[in-house]
């Protein structure tokens, strides 16, 4: 009796080891279609959080301190709004200009064409100088004919080189030109860059206190060409 007794157990127990071998893969699948729902709120958390790190960076481009560590300008909210967006250098600082200063900035300096839109000052960062920004409405003329008229305003311009290039991925017009100082004898050095958005024209500009400032100050203008982008 004890020996059919313990081959019935057996039998229980194979039954049992059995039918928990066949109802892992259905487990499995179960967990398998329970996946697809986590992978997706895990894509969901992530996008979030690329979305939050955005948020986080624009705004941290719209402080008043961003520029100490280098900053970008351009897009809504940072420190200049303009048609284009550029890399600033370490401890340049951005100041957006109020339409009306703007163009008396631009009256003050003999332009017409354009308006200043945004002054970028090295003197936090040891120079004598700025990166200018200046803005148009709409137009469709080429960025050459742009700098074409830019520097035709200017008064006592000795000197025009104009070559063909890009800023960023949009085609430029770039200009290296000099003008007649007052209060020196020798030529003053300048650059200027030009693109066209569909939100209007833009022109940057570096001058200096003298030509060994200007050529000090020519990576932080080339950093600001090379980064060049349209605002959506």
Known sequence: MGKYKWGAVSAVLTIGMLAGCSATPEKGGETAENASPSASAAASANAAKKDDEKKDEKAAAGSPDAWKKGTRVGAAGSLCE??????????WQPKGLKPEDGKLLGEFMGHKSA?????????????????RVWTTDPTKKSPREVLEEFTGEQ??????????????????????????????????QERAFAVVTPK?????HLGGFDNTEHKDMLPAYERAKKSVAPVS
């Open 82 to 91: 303009l048609p284009v967006s550029f890399d600033v250098a370490k401890m």
């Open 200 to 204: 209007g024209a833009a022109v940057v």
């Open 155 to 188: 008064p006592r311009v000795l000197k025009k080189e104009f070559s063909d290039t890009k800023a960023g991925e949009l085609p430029a017009a770039e200009v290296s030109y000099t003008t007649k100082s007052p209060l020196k004898d020798e030529p003053q």
């Open 115 to 131: 308006r200043g839109a945004c002054e970028i000052d090295a003197k936090p960062a040891g120079h004598i100088g700025f990166i």
